[in-house]
């Protein structure tokens, strides 16, 4: 009887660390996106953030997912899905876009990752993981910056409850354009006309 042999299609087995790599890559990009868009909501430098609470602490776990959710959600969208019971004013979370919060701590391990991976040093270990990681870092980091919490004093942040609070301010817009633009009563206000 002769043995047959074992086809070898090419695949070896995962080892531990290709485990970790395959979990840590699609992971972290959560982490880094849930913690930049909620970081300022739950500690801030005033002490009023959720976590600073000391009551926090004993809630429980559908409470806490439920003040998550808001401060997600409502940063992105304006919309809180959760409004009953004591969710420490996160029912009130405003939509806010942040130009200035899209350089942070993950977007600066996003880049440090590819230059990593671009360094042109041949013994580096792990540039291409290192690399596929620090993409998603860099591109939730992003993300996450974008709907950040305005830092105190950031001037460069829109939120939708700054529009809906003050609705003078387009009523204001309209009526210079309507008294100075081209729409204006009074003619053409560059003087530059033709004329009949």
């Known amino acids: 009887m002769a043995r047959r042999k074992k086809k070898n299609n090419g695949k070896r087995s995962k080892t531990a660390g290709d485990r970790i790599y395959d979990i840590t890559k699609n992971v972290i990009p959560y ?9 300022k909501d739950y500690k ?47 029912e009130n979370t405003p939509f806010t876009v942040n130009p200035s919060g899209m350089v942070n701590k993950w977007t600066t391990l996003g880049v440090a990752g590819l230059i990593y991976k671009n360094l042109g040093i041949k013994q580096l270990p792990q540039k291409q993981k290192v690399g596929a990681i620090a993409k998603r870092v860099l591109l939730s980091g992003l993300i996450g910056g974008v709907f950040d919490a305005p830092s105190a004093g950031n001037s460069t942040v829109t939120t939708m409850s700054t529009v809906r609070r003050n609705p003078s301010v387009i009523s204001h817009n309209r009526q210079a354009t309507l008294q100075t633009g081209m729409y204006s009563p009074s003619g053409d206000p560059t003087g530059s006309g033709f004329s009949n």
Do not use: C, H, W
Not at 31 to 39: E, G, L, P, R
């Open 31 to 39: 982490v880094a996106f849930a913690n930049q868009i909620t970081s």
């Open 44 to 90: 801030n430098d005033e002490g009023t953030g959720v976590a600073q609470q000391a009551s926090y602490r004993n809630e429980n776990m559908t409470t806490k997912a439920k003040i998550f959710t808001n401060i997600v959600i409502g940063r992105m969208s304006g919309y809180t899905p959760f409004k009953n019971g004591n969710l420490y004013d996160t």
